[in-house]
């Protein structure tokens, strides 16, 4: 494991030599996806898959271990983020379509609201709401979704309430870290390998937090510059 940056400019120096001399794997990132954004969501795929393969959590495990990929194009991990219900209508078909492993990144609260909760608990947690497209009033994926999910794709957690871990208390940061993981367990019958919270930190960089990652079972972290892999070896869950 390389040690973390401590400045901007650090980081930056730190990736652009790791685009000079390893091979990258990229991740694109969405989040709400309107229905009427459909067809610019079909081009910007379409032009990915000429360009990229998809990565699975095994492929990923195997390439931050080794900084080898096999695949003759370079790896892109599409990441839907926060659980949006349209990430499940709209844009999921689509990353099917094209060929690619989708990473949903998924805040255990959102998915637990129900009904007339859903909205305000949004709002409240800087889930932004760019359309209020189902008269219904259900805005975030169901845990059923998520298991049709967990067939084919990756689920992954994106916290318990989307808020910055740094600004927490003990026991509320352990129920942001584990606590969601430990609803993992039960509604999908097994924990989840990524974790990535709002504004990071990466691993390494908040000694509380690293430590309940470790305690949760994550393999992976995601934060706004890199993913890590933090396990000599891959744990296995049942």
């Not at 650090?10 to 990258?24: C, D, R, W, Y």
């Not at 689509?94 to 690619?100: P, Q, R, Y």
Request: net charge neutral.
């Amino acid at each position: 494991m390389t040690t973390p940056p401590r400045t901007f400019t650090e980081s930056a120096a730190q990736i652009e030599q790791l685009f000079a001399t390893e091979p990258v794997i990229r991740a694109v990132n969405f989040h709400n996806a309107p229905r009427a954004k459909a067809d610019e969501y079909d081009r910007q795929l379409a032009q990915y898959s000429k360009l990229f393969s998809s990565v699975t959590e095994d492929q990923l495990d195997h390439y931050l271990a080794t900084g080898t990929w096999t695949n003759a194009k370079p790896g892109l991990i599409v990441s839907i983020y926060e659980g949006y219900r349209n990430g499940y209508d709209v844009l999921l078909p689509l990353v099917e379509k094209h060929g690619f492993i989708a990473w949903f990144f998924v805040i255990t609260g959102f998915i637990d609201s129900v009904g007339k909760d859903q909205l305000p608990f949004a709002l409240n947690h800087e889930i932004d709401m760019l359309t209020r497209e189902y008269p219904d009033g259900r805005y975030a994926l169901t845990w059923e979704q998520l298991r049709q999910i967990d067939r084919k794709h990756v689920i992954a957690c994106h916290s318990r309430s989307h808020q910055k871990l740094s600004d927490m208390g003990p026991s509320k940061l352990r129920e942001e870290v584990v606590g969601s993981q430990d609803e993992f367990r039960k509604q999908l019958g097994h924990g989840v390998r990524a974790f990535a919270s709002l504004t990071g930190p990466a691993y390494g960089e908040h000694a509380r937090t690293d430590r309940l990652i470790r305690a949760a079972d994550y393999d992976f972290v995601f934060s706004n510059f890199r993913i890590q892999r933090i396990r000599a070896e891959p744990s296995r869950r049942a």
